[in-house]
């Protein structure tokens, strides 16, 4: 009896102890993995910080334009065809090169297609380009185009379906005749104008005109003003017919913005939710910055003019 | 003694329930930030008729410091004409001066403001004083070791385009991390702070914090308030509750990133977290019965505004609680809720860190695509610990003060970055 209560004890205090050095052993479990970074300092730079930054809507088409530049300075003669180049110290590039004129639509797989002059592409069924696409001069495209990136140093015309995965950046004025996928980014340091269907996330041109002539505004009508900022918390439905009205300031809501007729904002739009420009409103002044901002949503109808630059992190549609 | 008993059990339950409540605000807070709806500033705003602004930068003895940030803000994309710079020289008895006046010399909006002799010496005074002299509607302030990215003056101002925003606040990040231990810890104390906190309230239309630094105000407004009070060491605190309470809000930019030198001592940290609680304290006396009253605040904006409001003050209790636990157990009267204590400890052990708990701060460390780092989290039970005593002594401050009417006296935090250029 007596062995038996000694073995019990035994296995009792055992079992203290076992519970005991599990419980220590979990409590500095944590604090050893703490003190393993601690010493090997793994992690331990600071969050980086890009002190260069500053907002600019040119930044894609200018970043790379300077890595193509730096490349083809080392180029003593640009021949049309292949040619393989560094253009940024991590990877060799396959550039196809090509004189002005016309170029074959076709499948350039992950060749950067470089036009040195102004060129048209328009023959074939399609034009293909999983990397970027560069023309020095003016471009028109005349079939169906599907590239990652363009980047245009003279005018843009489009007459068919563009599909950009990316980014565009045009120097010159751009027109788009047929339905088009702008992008991300699209960037054009002239006049954009749109006759036709688009989708985009981020547009920004000296004026953007859907559906419009060129002209710029006149007043009919001994139009009202409005001065100051409109701010509403629940959305803004502007709709006009008639007298014009002019507000000389912003509007701002939590909730979705309307802009309908003869409305010309010459503040920014910003709005929470989607904004809406539909039949003949103007958004900014000639000369000046404006912007159109819908996080969830910008969609323009028939006619609209933008001074400047419209963004959303949702669905951007033009509407012709 | 039975009373005496019942009141400490009290107390414990009080505790509890109220550790809870800050642990599901961190919890919603932390959910909103992964899962929820994501609130833009204006920073997406491209609009070339920028406001004229007037950037202050308070400075006492800092040499060291002095070159980076206005180097930084003389590269700012900001239009020169539209801005000006107005390093406020706090009688400095270093090369400050001397610093400023180089710069004043290069450049025409760089209009230093020296205040020598009698004036009295604190944060408050000299924003006071630049106040008076200042051009700009917008006023953007900088403390002295801060080193802004060249769009961040855009960053900022442009949200001034909205009539309700009375202030904007931008993220703090430190430059010295990996200096120590406490600059690492620090690190990701700021980032649970920013990127989770801090835009969550933001998200959820609450009170996000304007912090005195990488951000601005209304001048108009300000001086409305009467100036900035030199009574108060938490201006920032301060002004945030002013600005809540005039049916204005905060706006917080986690884009615009802003770095900053961070404590590397655990002396000078002390003394900033106790300067931190007190002045907090002092807001908290100050704001809870009108922020209590208002009309301007909806319910969760009061909810969150209380809370906010008493940060400083729950490590101070949570010291009390401790107490009170021994007593009770020394007394064998832990009882108090069996089936709740599991959760309750489950609820303690949570909220180490009390400003930033651990869960906060991985959510911010995944959100900023760090990893390694978050290892260090179960070091912060001795920050909550270190926390806990001087915020408790930053109570206590803040306590004398109300009841002795005495004043606060303004002190500077340290600085530590070696001056290589000029």
Same mark, same amino acid.
């Given at each position: 009896m007596a062995q038996d209560r000694e073995i019990q004890g035994e296995s009792a205090t055992m079992t203290v102890l076992e519970v005991m050095l599990i419980f220590i052993l979990l409590l500095i479990a944590p604090f050893s993995f703490a003190l393993i970074e601690y010493y090997r300092k793994k992690d331990a730079q600071q969050l980086d910080i890009n002190q260069n930054y500053s907002k600019d809507p040119a930044y894609f088409g200018n970043s790379f334009m300077k890595l193509l530049n730096k490349s083809l300075e080392h180029v003593a003669e640009r021949k049309e065809g292949l040619m393989e180049i560094e253009i940024s110290s991590k990877k060799k590039e396959r550039l196809l090169f090509f004189s002005k004129g016309s170029i074959i639509g076709k499948d350039y797989g992950d060749y950067i297609v470089v036009i040195d002059g102004y060129s048209k592409i328009e023959e074939g069924d399609k034009f293909i380009s999983r990397k970027e696409v560069i023309s020095f001069g003016n471009l028109i495209i005349r079939i169906h185009t599907k590239v990652r990136a363009l980047l245009v140093k003279g005018g843009l015309r489009v007459e068919k379906p563009l599909e950009i995965t990316r980014w565009m950046h045009v120097e010159g004025d751009c027109y788009i005749m047929n339905n088009s996928d702008l992008g991300i980014n699209c960037y054009c340091k002239g006049m954009l104008y749109i006759k036709a269907g688009c989708s985009f996330k981020r547009i920004f041109a000296k004026s953007i005109i859907v559906g419009m002539k060129r002209e710029e505004e006149t007043l009919h009508n001994d139009p009202v003003y409005i001065k100051g900022t409109l701010r509403s918390k629940e959305g803004l439905n502007l709709k006009v017919y008639g007298r014009e009205t002019i507000i000389e300031g912003n509007v701002i809501s939590d909730g979705d913005i309307i802009v309908e007729g003869s409305v010309w904002i010459k503040g920014n739009i910003v709005s929470n939710n989607c904004v809406t420009l539909m039949r003949g409103c103007v958004v900014g002044e000639y000369g000046k910055i404006k912007s159109v901002v819908g996080k969830k949503g910008v969609k323009i109808v028939s006619n609209a003019k933008i001074y400047g630059y419209i963004h959303t992190d949702g669905e951007g549609v033009i509407e012709v | 003694m039975d009373i005496l008993i019942f009141l400490l059990k009290v107390y414990m339950f009080f505790l509890m329930f109220m550790i809870m409540l800050y642990i599901v605000r961190h919890f919603v807070f932390t959910y909103n930030r992964i899962c929820g709806e994501q609130r833009t500033s204006y920073h997406d705003v491209m609009d070339n008729d920028l406001p004229f602004v007037s950037v202050f930068i308070p400075m006492h003895n800092e040499e060291k410091v002095a070159n980076y940030i206005l180097d930084a803000l003389v590269e700012q994309v900001y239009p020169k004409n539209m801005m000006e710079i107005i390093p406020i020289n706090d009688h400095s008895n270093d090369r400050t001066k001397d610093i400023l006046d180089d710069y004043a010399s290069k450049y025409s909006y760089i209009k230093p403001l020296h205040r020598l002799g009698d004036e009295p010496r604190g944060k408050p005074y000299a924003l006071n004083d630049a106040l008076k002299v200042a051009k700009g509607e917008i006023i953007v302030i900088y403390d002295a070791d801060y080193i802004p990215p060249k769009g961040q003056l855009r960053e900022l101002v442009i949200n001034f385009i909205d009539p309700e925003v009375g202030a904007v606040m931008g993220r703090v990040v430190p430059i010295n991390t990996p200096r120590n231990l406490l600059t690492r810890l620090l690190d990701l104390e700021r980032s649970g702070g920013y990127q989770v906190d801090q835009q969550a309230r933001y998200n959820l239309d609450l009170i996000p914090q304007y912090g005195g630094t990488v951000g601005g105000f209304r001048k108009s407004l300000i001086l409305d308030f &009467? &100036?900035?009070? $030199?009574? !108060? *060491?938490?201006e920032d605190t301060d002004l945030t509750f002013k600005i809540y309470l005039a049916d204005y809000r905060v706006v917080y930019v986690n884009k615009a990133e802003c770095y900053e030198e961070a404590p590397e001592s655990w002396s000078v940290r002390a003394r900033q977290i106790r300067r931190w609680s007190r002045g907090h304290n002092q807001v908290l006396f100050k704001h809870i019965l009108p922020l209590l009253r208002s009309e301007n605040l909806s319910f969760w904006q009061k909810v969150d505004g209380i809370l906010l409001l008493f940060i400083y003050m729950v490590p101070f209790l949570m010291l009390l609680g401790f107490l009170d636990a021994l007593i009770l157990f020394f007394s064998g009267e832990m009882e108090i809720f069996p089936s709740f204590l599991a959760l309750s400890f489950i609820m303690a052990y949570n909220s180490f860190g009390n400003f930033a708990p651990f869960f906060q701060i991985g959510v911010a460390g995944f959100l900023d695509g !760090?990893?390694?780092? *978050?290892? =260090? =989290? $179960?070091l912060f039970y001795f920050v909550f610990l270190f926390n806990l005593w001087y915020t408790s002594l930053g109570f206590i401050d803040a306590l004398t003060d109300l009841i002795t009417r005495r004043r606060a006296e303004w002190h500077k935090t340290e600085r530590f970055r070696e001056n290589q250029r000029r």
């Open positions: - | &009467g &100036g900035f009070d $030199p009574r !108060v *060491l938490a !760090v990893s390694q780092r *978050l290892r =260090l =989290l $179960p």
